[in-house]
């Protein structure tokens, strides 16, 4: 079964209003970076990941700061375009003021 099938009708609204096409959620999907955050799972195409495809011919320069974040049942809730990623680094926690 294909990811695509399993995509909710808010995720296909977002597409056509973002104008994000079906090819750049199956690179992220081939390509991008997993990242868990917030109760989701975020497949990302940055920079990096653009580059490694390009080492192997494949042409994602259009596709890059595509985020696609899925349920944690596996369905595509949402996918959105943003070049900045460092929301998604994981947060360091920070010492406790001493009182």
């Given at each position: 079964m294909?990811?695509?099938?399993?995509?909710?009708?808010?995720a296909?609204a977002?597409?056509d209003?973002?104008?994000?096409?079906?090819?750049?959620?199956?690179?992220?999907?081939?390509?991008?970076?997993?990242?868990?955050?917030?109760?989701?799972e975020i497949?990302?195409l940055?920079?990096?990941e653009?580059?490694?495809?390009?080492?192997?011919?494949?042409?994602?320069?259009?596709?890059?700061?595509?985020?696609?974040?899925?349920?944690?049942?596996?369905?595509?809730?949402?996918?959105?375009?943003?070049?900045?990623?460092?929301?998604l680094?994981?947060?360091?926690?920070?010492?406790?003021?001493?009182?």
């Amino acid at each position: 079964m294909s990811a695509i099938a399993l995509m909710t009708e808010h995720a296909w609204a977002r597409l056509d209003g973002r104008r994000i096409p079906l090819a750049a959620v199956e690179a992220a999907f081939t390509w991008g970076r997993r990242v868990f955050a917030r109760g989701a799972e975020i497949f990302v195409l940055g920079r990096k990941e653009v580059a490694k495809a390009a080492r192997f011919g494949a042409h994602l320069a259009r596709f890059e700061g595509i985020h696609v974040v899925c349920a944690p049942d596996g369905a595509i809730v949402t996918a959105y375009r943003n070049s900045d990623l460092r929301a998604l680094r994981p947060r360091r926690r920070g010492r406790r003021a001493s009182r």
